[in-house]
């Protein structure tokens, strides 16, 4: 059964996407079969690997609404071993399409039985609500992008809310697999600040591994590869790929 992790925080631009796009290319590298899901109706994971979700005939909201087959809805990339199940902007209003009896239960019924994959990364929406509560419920672990800027504390303090609600009434497995600071710049004395404040609340629960502000990662999404795999020497390459030491996946 393949392992579910979801990327998640409702606050906007700290790094979900790219988290998820360029974990799943360090993955890829440790010989390890990937499907990122997209829910997240800006369809930014389908751009961030050079593919255009509007030609796409169907996506996560056929397959949860209309229960569609999922592997006829999985796309391939152009990366081997790596897969996308891709959304639509319809999937803003799957919550009020869904028939099932626990529409929040949906997605993880949907994809906790495909064996094709080691690994299913779900990136989330920058907001709280349907779309995010789905992804936690149907996941095993989370990790948490912490962007090194004005704000991050609240908006980590409300994900571990959101967390501890989730865990408290539909997924009580649901693991915090850490918080990771990204888009570091050791330049700015705030980042800094904020790493320290960071690290000091959350010392076991925070990735030693932090994702350096690295131009090469905006590149790696403007040509659609992931940075692992378009500037495998890149300090973001290198952070991505320490990120998956970190993870300690064949524990
Ligand atoms: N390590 C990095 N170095 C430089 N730029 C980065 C880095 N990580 C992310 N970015 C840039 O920051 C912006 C936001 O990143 P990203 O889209 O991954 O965030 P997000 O949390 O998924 O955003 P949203 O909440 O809108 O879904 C993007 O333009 C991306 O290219
Ligand atoms: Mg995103």
Do not use: W
Request: charged fraction near 20%; include cysteine.
């Amino acid at each position: 059964m393949a392992h579910i992790i979801a990327i998640a925080n409702q606050k906007g631009g700290v790094g979900k996407t790219t988290t998820t796009i360029s974990l799943a290319g360090a993955l890829i590298s440790h010989n390890k079969k990937v499907l990122v899901i997209d829910m997240d109706p800006q369809s930014n994971c389908a751009k961030s690997l050079g593919l255009d979700a509007s030609l796409f005939n169907h996506s996560v909201y056929d397959v949860l609404v209309s229960n569609y087959d999922i592997y006829k809805a999985i796309k391939k990339t152009r990366i081997k071993d790596l897969d996308l199940l891709p959304s639509k902007v319809d999937l803003t209003i799957l919550e009020t399409k869904i028939k099932s009896k626990n529409p929040l239960l949906l997605l993880g019924k949907c994809i906790r039985n495909l064996d094709a994959y080691d690994y299913i990364l779900i990136d989330t929406p920058p907001s709280f609500g349907f779309l995010q509560l789905s992804s936690l419920i149907a996941s095993d672990e989370v990790i948490i992008p912490v962007q090194c800027e004005c704000f991050a504390l609240d908006a980590v303090s409300h994900m571990l809310a959101t967390i501890s609600n989730v865990q408290l009434h539909y997924n009580k497995n649901l693991k915090i697999l850490g918080f990771l600071l990204t888009m570091y710049d050791s330049r700015l004395r705030l980042a800094t600040e904020i790493t320290i404040e960071i690290r000091k609340l959350f010392k076991e629960k925070t990735f030693v591994t932090q994702i350096p502000r690295n131009n090469s990662i905006v590149e790696s999404q403007m040509v659609g590869i992931p940075i692992t795999i378009y500037r495998p020497n890149s300090t973001g390459a290198q952070a991505y790929n320490a990120l998956v030491k970190e993870l300690n996946l064949d524990k």
